[in-house]
């Protein structure tokens, strides 16, 4: 096995973003909004949400301007998140945009996104024509009476009208993801494989993890992926899929295919040693981890010329490397694309080995996923 390629110098602009581990980063997450049109249990709460100021967003230019950056250091993919990134009414122009970036080989990255499918059937031919090429929409439940409890809101035909549109589209692989959850919704586990299957779609089952903004989290109401798989495997014949890379769900054939399921295990059966992604929130910060008590602001690179490393009330107790930033906060009065190129790099340098979720002094992110960014 070849050894692993070493950490791109600071100001090593094109190189690939290797962090100490030696993981390369292939995959940003870009989240357009922390606004949603659902109010998933998981996620958010019903009301009393803080949302980002409005100032703070980062603009359909900055999105692209880092994302040119991203795509030079060896980004292949980037997906589009939310909270729900159809809410950004100027979605079309932000995939038409990234669509149009290519990387230093000169192929045009993939763009993805996850989305809870409410707006779509009205988008998606514009989304189509303006480089959408992968779609991920969230589906928990068939059930409208659990469907309105657990997102506090009746759009549950809506969901399907986007799954509908999405399936008869050329968007290819679709996925359907569920969040499995103790006597919520573990005995649809079945149901829903098959409606994926009418709909030509892979499901995928995810743990439920700690990131909601109530952190009500609790591990005794997580579905384990075992105890996914002997669901599935009272009904389907299971066979691991190899070659997993860095996709964060491993797959299994049903009955040696065509179809497949896949699980998200972050809590279970973490794939950390594997992580290729980076995130970007929408106002901004660049994270390394889901779970990351650390952002790395890019604000002021773009709008002051000024790099700064913004941390929460947690990120000293990840022991993070404070040489790393220092070094980010170096570098005044520099071109912001030089600036975008070190934030990333420190944000990469400062990557730890796993998320640590089953470690006792694990702190949860302040921020709830909707924040973060999926």
Known sequence: MPAPAAPA????????????????????????????????????PEQGNEWLAKTSILTLDEIERVARVAAADGITTFRLTGGEPLLRTDIVEVVRRL????????????????????????????????????LNISLDTLR????????????????????????????????????AMRDVNDDELVDLVEFAIAHDAQMRFIEQMPLDAGHTWD????????????????RWRLTPVPGRGGAPAARWMLDDGPHSVGVIASVTAPFCGD???????????????????????????????????????????????????????????????????RMLRACVRGKLPGHAINDPAFLQPARGMNAIGG
Do not use: W
């Not at 499918?117 to 480089?131: F, K, N, Q, S």
């Not at 657990?150 to 050329?170: E, G, K, N």
């Not at 579905?223 to 009272?234: C, K, M, S, W």
């Open 275 to 341: 992580c290729d992604r980076l995130r970007l929130t929408a106002d901004g910060q660049l994270r390394n981890c889901l779970f990351s008590t650390t952002e790395y602001d890019l604000l002021p690179v773009l709008r002051e010329g000024a790099a700064t490393a913004r941390l929460d009330s947690h990120a000293r107790s990840r022991t993070e490397d404070p040489a790393v930033l220092e070094r980010a906060r170096n570098g005044q009065d520099e071109a912001p694309e030089a600036g975008v190129d």
């Open 144 to 179: 409208r009476d659990r469907f309105r409890e657990l997102t506090r809101r009746d759009r549950l035909d809506d969901v399907l009208a986007a799954i509908a549109a999405a399936s008869a589209s050329p968007l290819r692989p679709l996925k359907l993801n569920a969040v």
């Open 9 to 44: 110098a600071p100001g090593a602009v094109g190189a690939p973003l290797v962090d100490t581990h030696g993981r390369v980063h292939r995959d940003l997450r870009i989240s357009l909004t922390d606004r949603c049109s659902l109010r998933c249990t998981y996620c958010m």
């Open 219 to 234: 591990r005794a109401r997580m579905v384990t992926q075992d105890e996914i798989l002997a669901a599935l495997g009272r």
């Open 99 to 134: 669509a149009a970036i290519s990387g230093p080989d000169g192929r045009p990255v993939e763009i993805a996104m996850t989305t809870n499918g409410i707006r779509l059937p009205e988008v998606l031919p514009a989304l189509i024509d303006a480089g959408l090429a992968r």
